[in-house]
Every structure is written in C-alpha cells, then in structure tokens.
C-alpha cells in the first residue's frame, strides 16, 4: 500500500492549495480516506476525511474552508484549501484504513505566512 501526498508549500494568509493524494494497492473505491494534519510540537489530528460513497466531515476549525474530494477512477483524494490561515501551517498527511491496519503517506509540508 502507497499513499503520496502532494500539493503543499508556502502561501500568505488569505491564499489556497489543492493537496493530492494518490493511492495504490487498495480497493480505492471502497475504502474511507483521510486528511491528518500535524503542526510543529502537536499531535496528528484529523481535518478531514471521505468516505467510499462520498459523505465528508472535517474538523470544526476548517468547516467552510477545506474541501475533500475524491476521483475513484484516479483513485486519488484531494484538500481543497481556501482562506489560509498562519494556524493551517503543517505537515499533512492522508490515511486510510484497510486489512486491519491504518496506513500513513508521507506527507507534504504547508507552511502559511502571516
């Protein structure tokens, strides 16, 4: 199983990046995917998540914000990011569970700048 994530850098407040995830040696299609973010000296928390039929949730601090979406046919996972904020900077990963075990990515650096 691969994750690999995508899509971050470094962006002013008030800015967007669209995060990318792809995926191999899943069924994609079946399987609930998510976003974690771990910000420097915290825990890994989740921000986000969506499951095989398309039902989201996010965390309340990105709810309106953060868009999570998912193409079964690239079998890739994508965070939208609007409305930046210096407290979104980060590293973030996308995960999912699969055979009884969860998996990470590596991981892609946002840094926001205030």
């Known amino acids: 199983v691969q994750l690999q994530a995508s899509g971050g850098g470094l962006v002013q407040a008030g800015g967007s990046l669209r995060l990318s995830c792809a995926a191999s040696?899943?069924?994609?299609?079946?399987?609930?995917m998510g976003w974690y973010r771990q910000a420097p000296g915290k825990q890994r928390d989740l921000v986000a998540s969506i499951t095989s039929d398309g039902r989201t949730d996010y965390a309340e601090s990105v709810e309106g914000r953060f868009t999570v979406s998912r193409d079964n046919v690239r079998r890739t996972v994508f965070l939208q990011m609007n409305s930046l904020k210096p407290e979104d900077t980060g590293v973030y990963y996308c995960?999912?569970?699969?055979?009884?075990?969860?998996?990470w990515g590596k991981g892609t650096q946002v840094t926001v700048s205030s």
């Open positions: 040696g899943i069924n994609f299609s079946v399987n609930t």
């Open positions: 995960n999912t569970y699969f055979r009884g075990r969860f998996y």
